[in-house]
């Protein structure tokens, strides 16, 4: 067996140097994703001030009415956070990959029911916190 030829340091500083601006670079297809999730919502925006424009031009609605009429119009152009379903594993499903649950329609996601107690427990707790006071110790 041969020995290793040994490695200038020069050298493997410029090629950890390289992987480093190679790691720095976000990732070409997330760019994509958020420059077009941006373009969406500059159109919304848009659309949104064009309607607003029109509004505030007709003069023989109220002022409430035309605020009422705003609100509605920029609530629409926010983005809606899709709804994700949980949906519980059963124990005899557990083992084997789980299917699409009948009746369930978009994103889900699959917990066991140790998880989902664990979370219901979470919010039960930040309520109890919330009742007792500001620094004060939860009432038992």
Known sequence: MTKPQPVPAELTAEYQRKVQELNVRPIKKVMEAKARKKRRATKRMDK???M???IM???D???QEKAKQLK???KKTQEK???VTYVV???QAAARRARRPPGVKGQYRVVDPREKKDKRSLVVKKRREKKSGKGG???R
């Open 81 to 83: 956070k899709k709804e």
């Open 52 to 54: 607003a424009e029109k």
């Open 137 to 139: 110790k939860s009432a």
């Open 61 to 63: 609605s109220t002022g």
């Open 89 to 91: 594993a059963k124990k």
């Open 48 to 50: 949104a001030k064009k």
């Open 72 to 74: 509605k119009i920029y």
């Open 57 to 59: 031009e007709n003069a």
